[in-house]
């Protein structure tokens, strides 16, 4: 069993930065792919960036971004702390979601949400113009 808590949403303002933690209990974070979702209210959830089991924030490997996030979001995974991280910069009034970090013992067809198999509570980021 994997138990996921995000942390780390909050109120900023446009081009501001913030970074989403995603800490595990249970199983370590290596075993799995993790992916993080946003969903806006009446918005369907959606993929914000993934991570394969065997993925590279460092060059790049195995990582997925939606296209409006490239260039701003950061996925990356700490195994000694066991967490995965979101590192969001010039924040965007169309950013503001619930941000949840999700996590598959697949590494395939990761964009799909019924490929996962946990799923953190949710953290709110909301941004101001």
Do not use: H
């Not at 446009?14 to 009446?42: D, K």
């Not at 089991?53 to 979001?73: E, L």
């Not at 590192?87 to 941000?99: G, N, R």
Request: net charge positive.
């Amino acid at each position: 069993q994997v138990r996921l808590v995000e942390s780390g949403g909050g109120l900023v303002q446009a081009g501001a930065s913030l970074t989403l933690s995603c800490a595990s209990s249970g199983r370590t974070v290596s075993n799995y792919a993790m992916g993080w979702f946003r969903q806006a209210p009446g918005e369907e959830r959606e993929l914000v960036s993934f991570i394969t089991k065997d993925g590279s924030d460092k060059d790049g490997r195995g990582v997925y971004y939606k296209d409006s996030v490239k260039g701003r979001f950061t996925i990356s995974r700490d195994n000694a702390k066991n967490t995965v991280s979101l590192q969001m910069s010039s924040l965007k009034p169309e950013d503001t979601a619930v941000y949840y970090c999700a996590a598959s013992s697949r590494n395939y067809n990761l964009a799909l949400r019924r490929m996962y198999d946990y799923w953190g509570q949710g953290t709110q980021v909301t941004v101001s113009s």
